[in-house]
């Protein structure tokens, strides 16, 4: 589950009563055409990165025979280097689309943009660049550890930190039916593909770290029921708040920082390099996924919503008991027995993790504290009254309806 750390962290202070802004394409589920399997339909562009390589992506690669030349348009992503902005890069909204859809052509693709994209060099090149740019950007807020450290101590502290606000107690607490639904838009840039970028770590593994990943990863998978995989799980979770629970549908829709939540393990997962720095951030999770898994189970109950729309946390809270002590002293200590050249990955990895998240967290609940969306306002908003969906059914109905 992606964001679990936030469970750790102190309650925040007791908020007035707040007007959520919500964007007018977050309304009741309706099927859109062009998702699979040709994957999610393009997003629009958000600055010449993204835009340049939106426009590369609808050509043919140099393997398709469109050639590679200095005048083709692949060739032209080599003169947009990104810019190097420190910890701004989180919020860079190009930066962030731009590399989210590098990394997508890994996952599922993009409609009609043809598969041999996926490994073109000057995608990877490209890709590259915006990589840099994010590793620097994560520096700039949790510097990568570089000396021997005692991994395990370093990520029970960070587990029981109890510093900054925290989203799922402000959901349990007095969230309304427009903020979950805001929340799930966001979170579904993970949980629909839920587990995968951390499965890419498995061939990368080896004894007992690599049988703890397995272990973690069957249960992410429903141990081979697809009704149980948590990916789908999520997207039920979608359908019974009125969300439209196909694969990329709010990509328009999802800031900056929110992609880079997903960017960060994606990264960590497809660069071998990284792997000690994805076992640290998939520990962190496991770690701390229980508490606040509860707490937005008990939002979804106490808004109305039935047993379909929480058995996704509701798992989680199940599971992840057990999934913390795995990943703690089966995966990390597997790994570090096997490469204790690795320890110190192992805490970076956590460490950005909590950066990321923390800066996720803050977006969010400054932007309802504030009175706004805390998504991207791609169409006409309209503004609700947050309390509507303080209550029981009948206003969870009200709350959908007033952004049908």
């Given at each position: 589950m992606l964001g679990p750390i936030l469970g750790k962290e102190a309650m925040p202070a007791q908020r007035g009563s707040m007007t959520t802004h919500i964007p007018a394409p977050l309304q009741m589920a309706r099927p859109r055409a062009n998702s699979a399997p040709g994957g999610p339909r393009r997003p629009e562009g958000r600055g010449d990165l993204s835009e340049a390589l939106l426009e590369v992506l609808t050509g043919r690669p140099a393997g398709s025979g469109s050639g590679a030349g200095r005048g083709s348009p692949a060739h032209r992503l080599s003169a947009i280097p990104p810019d190097g902005q420190g910890e701004d890069g989180l919020h860079d909204e190009d930066l962030q689309l731009a590399l989210y859809l590098c990394y997508e052509l890994h996952y599922r693709g993009l409609a009609g943009v043809d598969p041999e994209w996926e490994w073109d060099p000057e995608v990877i090149r490209f890709r590259s660049g915006l990589e840099r740019a994010l590793e620097a950007a994560l520096a700039s807020v949790a510097e990568r550890t570089a000396r021997a450290v005692d991994?395990?101590?370093?990520?029970?502290?960070?587990?029981?930190?109890?510093?900054?606000?925290?989203?799922?107690?402000?959901?349990?607490?007095?969230?309304?039916?427009?903020?979950?639904?805001?929340?799930?838009?966001?979170?579904?840039a993970y949980q629909l593909k839920e587990a995968d970028p951390h499965t890419w770590a498995i061939p990368r593994l080896s004894g007992r770290a690599k049988a703890a990943m397995v272990e973690?990863?069957?249960?992410?998978?429903?141990?081979?029921?697809?009704?149980?995989?948590?990916?789908?799980?999520?997207?039920?979770?979608?359908?019974?708040?009125?969300?439209?629970?196909?694969?990329?549908?709010?990509?328009?829709?999802?800031?900056?920082?929110?992609?880079?939540?997903?960017?960060?393990?994606?990264?960590?997962?497809?660069?071998?390099?990284?792997?000690?720095?994805?076992?640290?951030?998939?520990?962190?999770?496991?770690?701390?996924?229980?508490?606040?898994?509860?707490?937005?189970?008990?939002?979804?109950?106490?808004?109305?919503?039935?047993?379909?729309?929480?058995?996704?946390?509701?798992?989680?809270?199940?599971?992840?008991?057990?999934?913390?002590?795995?990943?703690?002293?089966?995966?990390?200590?597997?790994?570090?027995?096997?490469?204790?050249?690795?320890?110190?990955?192992?805490?970076?990895?956590?460490?950005?993790?909590?950066?990321?998240?923390?800066a996720f967290t803050a977006h969010v609940l400054d932007s309802w504290s504030g009175g706004r969306s805390s998504l991207r306002m791609t169409g006409p908003a309209r503004p609700i009254d947050a309390r509507c969906g303080a209550g029981g059914g009948s206003r969870r109905e009200a709350a959908i309806s007033s952004v049908a």
């Open positions: 991994a395990k101590a370093e990520l029970l502290a960070m587990a029981g930190s109890g510093s900054g606000p925290s989203l799922s107690g402000h959901m349990a607490e007095r969230g309304t039916l427009a903020e979950m639904r805001e929340l799930a838009v966001h979170r579904s973690i990863q069957s249960d992410e998978y429903g141990e081979g029921r697809e009704a149980e995989m948590h990916s789908v799980l999520f997207a039920d979770t979608m359908r019974e708040l009125g969300l439209d629970p196909t694969y990329g549908a709010y990509l328009d829709q999802i800031p900056a920082i929110t992609l880079a939540t997903v960017n960060l393990v994606s990264m960590l997962g497809l660069h071998r390099r990284w792997r000690g720095a994805l076992v640290g951030h998939l520990a962190l999770f496991e770690m701390t996924s229980v508490g606040p898994m509860g707490r937005y189970s008990l939002a979804l109950e106490r808004l109305g919503l039935g047993i379909r729309a929480r058995r996704f946390y509701d798992a989680h809270v199940l599971a992840d008991a057990h999934h913390e002590q795995v990943a703690l002293h089966q995966m990390v200590d597997g790994l570090i027995e096997a490469e204790p050249d690795l320890a110190a990955d192992v805490v970076t990895g956590a460490r950005w993790l909590t950066a990321v998240e923390g």
